[in-house]
């Protein structure tokens, strides 16, 4: 939800998204009147930890979390106190390099047919 802006047409776009069944998360959500309208349709809402004061965050929460129903997800999450701190507040799921650092995935069956080329 970044790089879009909260109007009548998106607004639509993710309704109709929802009504099909899609589950609808908001990536980097930075709370903001203009955003609110939206809230009711997000299944994930995830918090950039890198973006937002713990204040930012716990206002947030403490405001919206028990008057809808979406999860919480703590995105860049990079130390054991910024766990702990969404952990105490009820977000649902975690991410970042707290719990690991991005991998390279290969694939044996490529690694073997390149060998053999």
């Not at 204040?55 to 929460?61: K, N, S």
């Not at 650092?101 to 490529?110: A, G, H, L, Q, W």
């Amino acid at each position: 939800m970044e790089d879009c802006e909260p109007n009548a047409a998106l607004f639509s776009a993710l309704t109709t998204l929802k009504s099909h069944g899609f589950k609808i998360a908001f990536d980097d959500f930075t709370p903001s009147e203009r955003w609110l309208s939206f809230i009711p349709l997000a299944d994930i809402i995830k918090i950039d930890f890198r973006a937002l004061s713990f204040l930012d965050i716990e206002a947030f929460v403490n405001t919206y979390r028990s008057a809808f129903s979406f999860q919480l997800l703590a995105e860049k999450i990079e130390t054991q106190a910024e766990f702990e701190f969404a952990f105490d507040l009820g977000f649902d799921l975690f991410q970042g390099y707290r719990f690991s650092k991005p991998e390279r995935m290969i694939d044996p069956e490529v690694v073997e047919t390149i060998k053999v080329a």
